[in-house]
């Protein structure tokens, strides 16, 4: 069976897994396709791959670009085709006064601003693989359970 896969958007939990809109188009031996569009919070812990993508590189992208210390990024959702293919940064700010939950512009990956998108599509293709890594193949992150 062939499966094709498109994220929508990913937003982690603050304690385990994730909520993900995708959409889904499986073809059969015979030619037959269905496509599902899902909307799941899955509890399962996410891997540290995934994890380290929105930790180090999508948090550390935001800070270099926009100028924003103390940024985690939480979230991403992705819309529009062709030329017009973006995304949508959400995140919190930490800061000594309480923390501060924040969406970012959206930003065109075909914009002006070169090395910002070009990262910015690098990551988006990370974050894709890694997603469809963990709702089909079942990569997600070890625990231990009482010590077991």
Same mark, same amino acid.
């Given at each position: 069976?062939?499966?094709?896969?498109?994220?929508?958007?990913?937003?982690?939990?603050?304690?385990?897994?994730?909520?993900?809109?995708?959409?889904?188009?499986?073809?059969?031996?015979?030619?037959?396709?269905?496509?599902?569009?899902?909307?799941?919070?899955?509890?399962?812990?996410?891997?540290? @791959?995934?994890? %380290?993508?929105?930790?180090?590189?999508?948090?550390?992208?935001?800070?270099?670009?926009?100028?924003?210390?103390?940024?985690?990024?939480?979230?991403?959702?992705? %819309?529009?085709? @062709?030329?017009?293919?973006?995304?949508?940064?959400?995140?919190?700010?930490?800061?000594?006064?309480?923390?501060?939950?924040?969406?970012?512009?959206?930003?065109?990956?075909?914009?002006?601003?070169?090395?910002?998108?070009?990262?910015?599509?690098?990551?988006?293709?990370?974050?894709?693989?890694?997603?469809?890594?963990?709702?089909?193949?079942?990569?997600?992150?070890?625990?231990?359970?009482?010590?077991?």
């Amino acid at each position: 069976m062939e499966r094709e896969f498109e994220l929508k958007s990913i937003k982690r939990d603050a304690l385990l897994g994730a909520d993900l809109r995708y959409i889904v188009t499986e073809t059969d031996d015979d030619g037959v396709s269905i496509t599902r569009e899902m909307k799941v919070k899955d509890a399962r812990p996410l891997h540290q @791959d995934l994890v %380290s993508l929105f930790e180090g590189d999508l948090s550390e992208l935001v800070g270099k670009y926009f100028e924003l210390a103390g940024f985690g990024a939480t979230g991403i959702s992705f %819309s529009g085709k @062709d030329e017009n293919v973006g995304c949508v940064i959400q995140g919190i700010i930490y800061t000594p006064w309480g923390d501060m939950k924040i969406k970012l512009p959206r930003i065109k990956f075909l914009a002006s601003d070169a090395p910002l998108c070009a990262e910015l599509t690098v990551i988006q293709q990370k974050i894709i693989s890694e997603v469809d890594a963990y709702l089909f193949d079942g990569k997600c992150a070890d625990i231990e359970v009482f010590g077991e």
